[in-house]
């Protein structure tokens, strides 16, 4: 990019005389920027993408702990009672004869929860059924 400057020159007794200085300077063109602009953009969306996997692969492990534990708790509870209990409830404790085997169910996935896309969970979900 080249740009004009005036300047009065300062030794020249003269005034009304003026210097033409031209006066290279480097600066980023349009292109440039653009190409600078649509790199972050895709970057942008690369990073939102893979954040967004970490996401639901966290998700996805919590429902599985969450799961192990319910069969865990309903194991114990089996032994002791030798029956399941007929429904769990989410947010309630697991607990018979003063031994609590969970302190909360867990609430089964929603579809807010995440990228929930099975059939099964199309509808919202309440009671966890047993079916002895």
């Known amino acids: 990019m080249t740009r004009i400057i005036l300047k009065q020159q300062e030794n020249n007794k003269n005034k009304n005389n003026n210097n033409i200085i031209i006066k290279n300077t480097k600066a980023f063109t349009l292109i440039e920027l653009l190409v600078v602009i649509a790199i972050i953009g895709i970057l942008t969306a690369l990073a ?60 089964p996935p929603t579809n807010l929860d995440g990228d929930l896309i099975s059939p099964g969970y199309t509808e919202p979900v309440g009671i966890w059924k047993i079916n002895n």
């Not at 893979?50 to 966290?58: D, V």
């Not at 534990?69 to 032994?79: C, G, N, P």
């Not at 030798?82 to 969970?102: D, H, R």
């Open 48 to 107: 939102v993408v893979s954040l967004q996997n970490l996401r639901r692969s966290a998700r996805d492990a919590k429902r599985i702990a969450d799961v192990k534990q319910i069969q865990i708790a309903l194991e114990l509870y089996y032994q002791d009672n030798n029956s399941y209990p007929p429904t769990l409830n989410p947010g309630e404790s697991l607990a018979s004869n003063s031994i609590t085997y969970m302190e909360q169910i867990p609430y």
